[in-house]
């Protein structure tokens, strides 16, 4: 399956997201250059049931493709509406070459290029193949089940996941691009000035995935400020005590600034975007002032440090920005929860909820800038960082530790000062992989990565909301 997929897509853009597939892509390349036979004897897969051990297992269960076994066993039942899409996938690729030889023989120790290239043209989980496949409607149709009601169901609740990408694409009216999907969450808008607006209907899954979005902006600011320690850290050849780094830290933002009460922090990043008065009466309006036309937006900043991951010297200030923008953003929210917030604020790593208390109390006791970082540091970063890092020692014996703490200073563990780098990202949104599922699915089209969507999936979103409407 993996060597048609790549086989197909040998000479364009590589195929993505084939789980377990690990280089496959390279070795297509380099095996069909060297030789015209590749065995299908070979150890491929640590896991002995490559990507189905890996991944889609679980997955093919909850979609109610797979049956649950009680007993544990290399053999495992299909539900009917599996066996449909087995046969429906077995009519797709029957007049391959790849295929008759298979049924011929019953097994295959090796694969030709041709006969790869001729599964894979039929076979591939790419929009190509499957458009011409007589699985699609069967597959849609586990996608989607609109013969579910219920929205406790999982399988609603991915009906409506799904619902909300093409919301998304529709939004956009055909200039939707695949990194839009985190500022529209987050913001409620794909780019400056480009509103997007959610169908009623769908407004608050939408909000549920804000909350994810939420979440990762949130753990990106912490992310910054943990990158700008660590690239101090390996520096240092001779360790760094906690009262060097504050001292770094406060050359790099200014004495004024480091000195200075937290709340003055807050009300010069509402004067910043165009607030004026105090912060605690202008934050109100701080979500709708500081937007991507701003450039001081929090995904704006993600941006920047993305593109300067190895400068300290940003990477603390957007940390710190991150982290102030989003308190002033959400505080209104915070404190007029709705049931999704209270369920992420309360997240049991590093949760929402203890920031804002943390930030609460910093500002009752007038603290400076300087010393709430300190507690920050203190709190949410090293001593958060060991306490993981023990955890997987002891329970996984696994060492993840990136530095040791000795006679009051910080030490770099490995040999060399480049050996790690925290790598500067955003946690991975699950509606990226949703967008490729639906563009699979052929209910969107790209175009010089553009999508759109299909009639298709103008019908499949219009759907998704009458369910919502009626039900049935």
């Given at each position: ?5 790549y ?13 377990g597939?690990?280089n ?6 380099s095996w069909?250059?060297?030789?015209e036979l590749?065995?299908l ?7 002995k049931?490559?990507g189905?051990?890996?991944y889609?297992?679980t997955a ?7 049956g649950?076994?009680?007993r ?5 039942p299909?539900?009917h509406r599996?066996?449909?899409?087995a046969n429906a996938?077995?009519d797709?690729?029957?007049k391959?070459s790849?295929a008759?030889k298979?049924?011929?023989?019953g097994?295959l120790?090796e ?7 001729s599964?894979g043209?039929?076979g591939c ?24 009601t219920k ?13 909300v ?6 939004g956009a ?5 695949r990194y839009?999907?985190?500022?529209a969450?987050?913001l ?7 509103t997007y607006?959610?169908s ?13 979005a ?5 753990t990106?600011g912490l ?10 850290l390996?520096?240092?050849t ?19 600034k480091f000195?200075?009460?937290l709340?003055n ?23 709708k002032a500081?937007?991507?036309?701003s450039?001081l937006d929090?995904?704006?900043l993600?941006?920047?440090?993305n ?5 300290s010297?940003l990477?603390?200030r ?6 102030a923008h989003?308190?002033?953003r ?11 917030w ?11 909820s203890?920031f ?8 009752a006791?007038n603290?400076s ?26 329970f996984q014996n696994?060492?993840?530790f990136?530095f040791?703490?000795?006679d009051g ?7 060399r ?5 925290e790598p ?15 563009s699979?699915?052929g209910?969107v089209?790209?175009?010089e990565s ?15 909301i009458?369910?919502?409407n009626?039900?049935?």
């Amino acid at each position: 399956m993996i060597l048609g997929a790549y086989s197909h897509h040998k000479e364009g853009e590589p195929i993505r997201s084939l789980i377990g597939a690990g280089n496959g892509y390279a070795k297509v390349r380099s095996w069909w250059d060297a030789s015209e036979l590749v065995s299908l004897d070979a150890n491929y897969f640590q896991n002995k049931l490559g990507g189905l051990g890996q991944y889609y297992l679980t997955a093919m269960q909850a979609m109610g493709i797979i049956g649950i076994n009680e007993r544990p066993s290399w053999v495992f039942p299909l539900t009917h509406r599996g066996e449909n899409l087995a046969n429906a996938y077995g009519d797709s690729i029957a007049k391959s070459s790849y295929a008759k030889k298979l049924e011929e023989d019953g097994q295959l120790d090796e694969l030709s290029h041709k006969d790869a290239t001729s599964y894979g043209k039929v076979g591939c989980i790419c929009q190509e193949a499957l458009a011409q496949g007589r699985d699609l409607p069967l597959l849609r149709d586990a996608f989607f089940r609109f013969d579910q009601t219920k929205e406790d169901n999982p399988h609603v609740r991915r009906r409506l996941a799904l619902a909300v990408t093409l919301d998304l694409v529709r939004g956009a009216k055909g200039k939707f691009e695949r990194y839009m999907v985190r500022p529209a969450l987050y913001l409620g808008e794909f780019a400056a000035k480009s509103t997007y607006q959610p169908s009623p209907k769908l407004e608050d899954w939408v909000f549920r995935w804000k909350m994810v979005a939420v979440r990762h902006h949130y753990t990106f600011g912490l992310q910054a400020l943990w990158g700008s320690f660590i690239l101090q850290l390996r520096a240092q050849t001779n360790g760094i005590a906690l009262s060097d780094f504050m001292s770094w830290i406060k050359k790099t933002l200014g004495t004024n600034k480091f000195d200075a009460s937290l709340g003055n922090y807050l009300d010069n990043c509402c004067e910043s975007v165009g607030l004026s008065g105090s912060w605690q009466k202008s934050h109100v309006d701080f979500a709708k002032a500081c937007l991507q036309s701003s450039e001081l937006d929090e995904y704006s900043l993600f941006l920047q440090a993305n593109q300067n991951p190895t400068d300290s010297d940003l990477l603390l200030r957007v940390g710190v920005q991150t982290l102030a923008h989003h308190y002033l953003r959400f505080l209104n929210l915070h404190q007029n929860p709705r049931p999704e917030w209270r369920e992420m604020a309360k997240r049991e790593r590093l949760p929402i909820s203890s920031f804002y208390k943390f930030m609460e109390d910093n500002l009752a006791a007038n603290a400076s800038l300087g010393q709430s970082l300190e507690l920050l540091y203190k709190e949410f970063l090293l001593g958060q960082h060991e306490f993981i890092a023990l955890g997987k020692l002891r329970f996984q014996n696994y060492d993840t530790f990136k530095f040791y703490y000795r006679d009051g200073k910080f030490y770099w563990p490995f040999t060399r000062p480049d050996y790690w780098q925290e790598p500067i990202r955003l946690a991975g949104n699950r509606l990226s992989n949703a967008l490729s599922i639906v563009s699979d699915l052929g209910l969107v089209t790209e175009k010089e990565s553009r999508f759109s969507l299909t009639e298709d999936g103008k019908n499949f979103l219009a759907r998704s909301i009458e369910m919502r409407n009626h039900g049935n």
